[in-house]
């Protein structure tokens, strides 16, 4: 994690020189378009780049950073009241999930999400578990049971 806050504070840094850098060299040229300025220019744009390809890179890193903290969570929170600790009631009235169960819904909705973002159609399964899951008798799709 620190080389990566290291790459992006190292892209920043060179940023903000290349932009003073650019804006010295106009100053000294007096407003005038010359070869000092225009490489000062053309070093701006590069360094503008490299920033926000560290910036996209270390974005790519924190979502999914996010997502498996997030995953994380999500278990432990459906798993938690098989498991009550020690003083603690578990909560009643919802049967705990198993860890498998909840991973397949997870890739269920996360295979819908990535569906509907590429528009593939205009037709959208309610199903929330690709066809090769298993069943769940616990949840009846006849709200009359």
Same mark, same amino acid.
């Given at each position: 994690?620190?080389?990566?806050?290291?790459?992006?504070?190292? !892209?920043?840094?060179?940023?903000?020189?290349?932009?003073? !850098?650019?804006?010295?060299?106009?100053?000294?040229? #007096?407003?005038?378009?010359?070869?000092? /300025?225009?490489?000062?220019?053309?070093? @701006?744009?590069?360094?503008?780049?490299? @920033?926000?390809? !560290?910036?996209?890179?270390?974005? *790519?890193?924190?979502?999914?950073?996010?997502?498996?903290? =997030?995953?994380?969570?999500?278990?432990?929170?459906? /798993?938690?009241?098989?498991? !009550?600790? $020690? =003083?603690?009631?578990?909560?009643? *009235?919802? $049967?705990?999930?198993?860890?498998?169960?909840?991973?397949?819904?997870?890739?269920?909705?996360?295979?819908?999400?990535?569906?509907?973002?590429? =528009?593939? #159609?205009? /037709?959208?399964?309610?199903?929330?578990?690709?066809?090769?899951?298993? @069943?769940?008798?616990? @949840?009846?799709?006849?709200?009359?049971?």
């Amino acid at each position: 994690m620190d080389s990566i806050v290291n790459a992006l504070n190292t !892209a920043y840094l060179e940023y903000v020189i290349a932009a003073v !850098a650019a804006l010295e060299a106009k100053e000294l040229s #007096g407003g005038q378009i010359t070869a000092a /300025t225009d490489a000062a220019l053309e070093n @701006f744009k590069q360094r503008w780049e490299l @920033f926000r390809v !560290a910036c996209d890179r270390d974005k *790519g890193f924190i979502e999914s950073f996010k997502q498996r903290i =997030g995953s994380e969570c999500l278990v432990d929170e459906a /798993t938690s009241s098989a498991t !009550a600790k $020690p =003083g603690q009631s578990a909560v009643p *009235g919802l $049967p705990p999930i198993s860890a498998v169960r909840l991973e397949q819904m997870s890739k269920a909705i996360r295979w819908l999400v990535i569906e509907l973002q590429q =528009g593939s #159609g205009t /037709t959208v399964s309610l199903s929330l578990s690709p066809p090769s899951a298993p @069943f769940d008798a616990r @949840f009846s799709e006849d709200p009359t049971q």
